[in-house]
């Protein structure tokens, strides 16, 4: 199995500071990781969920991929981040499978990983990110 458990749901939001306050009010959730990802475009909050991640994510930019969700579907689910030990063996695993990778090989990610999208077309609709810690 070359998964070894959820690293995080990525709900994409217009308004990260009002969407912070929401988890806040509602779940009592405090953010454990704050970071801009330049080459994605995104400023993301990532509240600790047992051993995973809920991570809140606005784009910083009009170009970025969030930006491009949010005008095409609005706010709400954007990806699912699946933890991997091997995010290169994980990556070449699912295109042999069938999968179309954005990203034809792993590269940096946020919290110092290792990471790898797959295109929803490929895997059920769902967007994937592969996440090597």
Partial sequence: MLLTEIDHVAIAVRDLE???D????AFGAE???????????????????AESYVQ??????????VAKSIEKRGEGLHHI?????????????MIA??????????RPGS?????????P?????TLIELVQE
């Avoid at 929401?22 to 009010?25: A, F, G, K, N, Q």
């Avoid at 981040?81 to 695993?93: F, I, K, N, P, Q």
């Fill in 31 to 49: 953010v454990a990781h704050r970071e801009v990802v330049d080459h994605d475009g995104v400023e993301e909050a990532l509240l600790k969920v």
């Fill in 111 to 119: 919290r110092g990983t290792t990471v790898a999208f797959v295109h």
């Fill in 56 to 65: 809140l994510l606005t784009p910083t930019r009009d170009d970025s991929p």
């Fill in 97 to 106: 499978a069938g999968a179309t990778p954005i990203d034809k090989a792993p």
């Fill in 22 to 25: 929401y988890y806040r009010r």
């Fill in 81 to 93: 981040g699946y933890r991997v030990r091997d995010c290169a063996e994980a990556l070449a695993s």
């Fill in 18 to 20: 009002a969407a912070i």
């Fill in 121 to 125: 077309k490929g895997s059920f609709g």
